[in-house]
């Protein structure tokens, strides 16, 4: 049997796309399928590890085809929590590739520091992993009650294992010879095959979109972009133990510097349960219902009117009516309908739209056109892993068969955004 291109392997038979795209989940195909805001569970398959990130930047490209602009406060949560996902992927890429050197500790260590961040993500979400977070107008929910004083604690712990891997293999003379001067590639190289984040920046060029094209609140926190000289897989593991670092100064100052703080309110007439008031609102006994605060379940905490007014944008066509407006009153039933019935809902101007992102991985862009109907006409993901993966022989080139090990977890591959 003849070799097979390289071509041939990636199209298939005939030139039919083959491992080159539809293979992992279909993103794209399957965003023209439903309305814009049932492709938010989709984004969180992108990349499993920080979804949160997906989630935002493909909410941000819609919001900029319909030419809205998220609250204050929806900008600093977006912030803190992709910073916190970002944090995640790093610990999983490093903890990773330690392991697979043998540095089997480093994973344990890696993976004992995220479970503190999962905890706050599932605090937050309600989820670990697949959380599907974002909403086109904002976020599913505000911050939960000492959320702050979670963060702290955590980060407490994740510096202490940063510290204890830092002692652990960065001047260890076995995973030195494995990555120092392995899998390197030039600056111009580096640009020339499309790579962006820490790749990127491992090969000492100063690009992050946080800082060269600042979105949500990123103009309002302070941080160090860390870079690298030689472009290797050291460089790679230094620049992502350093950006967990500034994530985490990121967090504390966007939790710092958030507009609105606490919610206190102070609606006159009595709190009643949430079964009996929505009973009283099937019924038609509305009259006082929207002045009287209630006591949602666990699993919608954070979705309160007062909150849910400041992490989503104030507009009937975009955004759902928090619950209390849906069960207090037919003008919100309505709304909620109009929005989620099929034919309906979020409808933005036909035109098109990108937004990029600093993805764990590098730019993450999400390209939206729509034709004026209730669903995308297309959306296309920019993946930042694709890049790396693609340049993957030339990394290696003249090097061992063993050296595939080290850079192959250096470029961080996440199967669903090869998706193509």
């Not at 930042?384 to 030339?394: E, K, S």
């Amino acid at each position: 049997m003849a070799d097979k291109s390289a071509r041939e392997l990636f199209l298939g038979e005939g030139g039919i796309p083959g491992t080159g795209g539809y293979l992992h989940r279909a993103f794209e195909k399957d965003c023209e399928a439903g309305p814009y805001n049932n492709a938010i569970p989709f984004t969180d398959r992108l990349n499993y590890v920080s979804p949160l990130i997906n989630n935002f930047a493909y909410a941000s490209a819609v919001e900029k085809l319909l030419g809205i602009d998220v609250t204050e406060r929806c900008k600093y949560i977006r912030v803190v929590m992709s910073e916190i996902s970002r944090i995640c992927d790093h610990l999983t890429c490093v903890g990773a590739s330690a392991m697979e050197l043998g540095a089997f500790t480093v994973f344990l260590y890696m993976i004992k520091a995220r479970e503190f961040l999962w905890e706050l993500v599932e605090d937050v979400t309600g989820a670990r992993l697949t959380i599907s977070y974002g909403r086109v107008g904002g976020v599913k929910a505000d911050l939960p009650e000492g959320f702050g004083i979670k963060v702290r604690k955590a980060f407490a712990e994740v510096r202490q294992v940063l510290t204890e891997v830092h002692t652990l293999i960065t001047g260890n003379r076995i995973f030195m010879d494995r990555m120092v001067g392995v899998g390197a590639l030039s600056a111009e190289e580096t640009i020339a095959w499309g790579i962006t984040g820490p790749l990127l920046r491992a090969a000492g060029v100063a690009f992050d979109l946080r800082r060269v094209q600042p979105y949500w609140a990123y103009d309002r926190v302070e941080f160090e972009v860390p870079l690298g000289k030689n472009g290797d897989n050291f460089d790679r593991y230094l620049v992502r133990m350093a950006e967990m670092e500034q994530s985490m100064r990121m967090v504390e100052q966007g939790l710092e510097r958030m507009p609105g703080g606490a919610i206190n309110v102070d609606f006159e007439g009595r709190e009643i349960p949430v079964d009996a008031y929505v009973d009283r609102g099937k019924q038609g006994h509305t009259e006082g219902l929207l002045l009287l605060p209630i006591t949602l379940s666990p699993n919608l905490r954070g979705q309160e009117r007062p909150a849910y007014t400041q992490v989503n944008v104030a507009d009937k066509r975009v955004v759902l009516p928090s619950k209390e407006t849906t069960y207090g009153s037919i003008e919100g039933l309505m709304n909620h309908f109009m929005l989620v019935m099929d034919g309906n809902g979020i409808r933005p101007p036909a035109g098109e739209a990108y937004f990029a992102a600093e993805g764990a991985n590098g730019e993450l862009g999400f390209y939206v056109v729509s034709d004026g109907t209730d669903r995308p006409y297309r959306v296309r993901c920019r993946p930042p892993c694709l890049p790396p993966v693609a340049a993957l022989p030339r990394m290696i080139e003249g090097q061992m068969v063993a050296d595939i090990i080290p850079t192959f977890g250096s470029v961080n591959m996440i199967g669903g955004e090869l998706d193509r």
